[in-house]
């Protein structure tokens, strides 16, 4: 079976036929086996980076210094990365240097999990030096070499770990579970950034409830910026379309407030305003059902989220169909303001009186008419409400 894309194989095809080696590695290599499609191709190189820069026409640096370089084949953009070793780790973060080696092995010795220390060259020949197959089979993350020493290197590899149990179900195992209990409190280390964009790739899994309860008995709850005391309390069945509904439902099931939520994870501006407005929604809904100014006042994907959420968390309350929402959302009178068919002008020739703070609420008494099915959204209708209703509070 051929692996990677015709550009990602011309490229090592090429670096091959100038004398080096060349492989796909890391995440792509351990979702073809999983028959999953892979994201971002990456390819591991015995050529250093001025060699890989020297062999092909167009290149990108982003980051020569770690040994990764950009080419652009046929338009498409590759990740070629030189074999490397780490020196050693003072901060527990990044490593103080990289050493470029010439051996694929001392490369995937590095590399964090079994799993994702596989390659593959060209023709789709496996190699798989710590056992990832076999690991693969069990459905089992283990750290290469002593798990320990490399969650002491880099402490966000614990996080890494709980991360692919929401999104492949696989266990942990024993031993790496053990290192990363008997290491939590370094995840302090990680900065709120970088356990953000895990978080981010947390919630796109289909085990996140597993994760959840990874994270509280490790301990690694007791060292993060927030985290949901009470994990039991999340019963998920619904995947998640976003990392933000992912957010939303971690509020909701730690009962934290959105600006708790975003300030501790530093979410940006939409996602905190997203967070607010489903947590408006959902306390609404947890009431018993979404009213009609639910449906009116909020727009499909917040509805959505709140419902997602009623189900995701033990919650009283019948479950409404997604379809069921979108139908009774569409089927209201008006979607908007905008959507009347009056305005302004319409109540000062009707009235003729000048314009003033009564139009606005008027219009806004009008809106509330027609919503509620009051008066029809027809000019005629509205002009018969209205001008009996404004005669009458005269
Ligand atoms: P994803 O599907 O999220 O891209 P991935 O495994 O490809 O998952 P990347 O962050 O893209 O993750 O990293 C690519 C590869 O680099 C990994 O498969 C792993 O081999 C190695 N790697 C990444 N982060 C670390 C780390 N912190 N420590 C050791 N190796 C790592
Ligand atoms: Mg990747």
């Keep these: 079976t051929s692996f990677g894309t015709v550009p990602s194989r011309e490229v090592i095809h090429i670096l091959e036929n100038a004398g080096y080696e060349a492989v796909f590695v890391g995440g792509a290599v351990r979702d073809h086996l999983l028959g999953k499609t892979a994201t971002d191709i990456d390819i591991a190189t015995s050529a250093e980076p ?18 990764t370089i950009l080419v652009l084949m046929n338009g498409e953009p590759i990740e070629v990365t030189t074999y490397r070793t780490e020196g050693t780790y003072t901060d ?24 994702n220390a596989l390659a593959m060259t060209k023709d789709g ?13 069990e459905r089992i993350i283990r750290a290469v070499g002593n798990a320990a020493d490399r969650f002491n290197e880099d402490a966000l590899r614990m996080f890494r770990a709980i991360r692919f149990t929401a999104v492949l179900g696989f266990d942990i195992e024993e031993q790496t579970l053990k290192a990363i209990r008997d290491n939590a409190t370094q995840i302090r280390y990680i900065s709120v950034e970088r356990l953000k964009a895990e978080m981010d790739k947390l919630f796109a899994g289909d085990y996140v409830v597993k994760a959840f309860h990874n994270i509280q008995n490790t301990g690694l709850n007791l060292h993060l910026p927030l985290f ?15 990392a933000v509904e992912g957010w939303a439902c971690f509020m909701i099931v730690g009962n934290f407030s959105p600006s708790d939520v975003a300030r501790a994870y530093k979410l940006s501006n939409v996602e ?8 408006d929604a959902y306390v609404n809904r947890m009431d018993y059902q979404f009213t009609l100014d639910d449906y009116y006042n909020y727009d499909l994907a917040t509805l959505i989220t709140a419902e997602k959420l009623i189900r995701s968390i033990h919650a009283n309350g019948e479950a409404i169909s997604f379809t069921e929402i979108k139908k009774m959302k569409q089927s209201l009178p ?43 959204n027809d000019p005629n209708d509205i002009k018969e409400w209205f001008l009996y209703e404004f005669n009458r509070e005269k």
């Design 272 to 279: 905190r305003t997203f967070l607010s407005t489903v947590k």
């Design 92 to 115: 527990h973060r990044r490593p103080d240097e990289v050493h470029f080696v010439k051996s694929l092995q001392e490369d995937l010795r590095r590399r964090d999990f079994t799993i």
């Design 50 to 67: 001025k060699e890989v820069k020297a062999v092909f026409p167009t290149t990108v640096d982003i980051g020569t210094a770690h040994g």
């Design 334 to 376: 008006i979607q908007s303001i905008a959507d009347l068919s009056v305005d302004g002008k319409k109540l000062m020739e009707w009235t003729s009186q000048k314009g003033g703070r009564w139009i606005g609420e008027w219009i806004g008494k009008i809106e509330q008419a027609v919503l509620h099915g009051t008066c029809k």
């Design 228 to 242: 949901p005391t009470d994990t039991e309390k999340l019963n998920r069945t619904v995947p998640f379309e976003s």
């Design 125 to 137: 020949e496996l190699i798989d030096l710590f056992g990832g197959k076999a690991d693969m089979a």
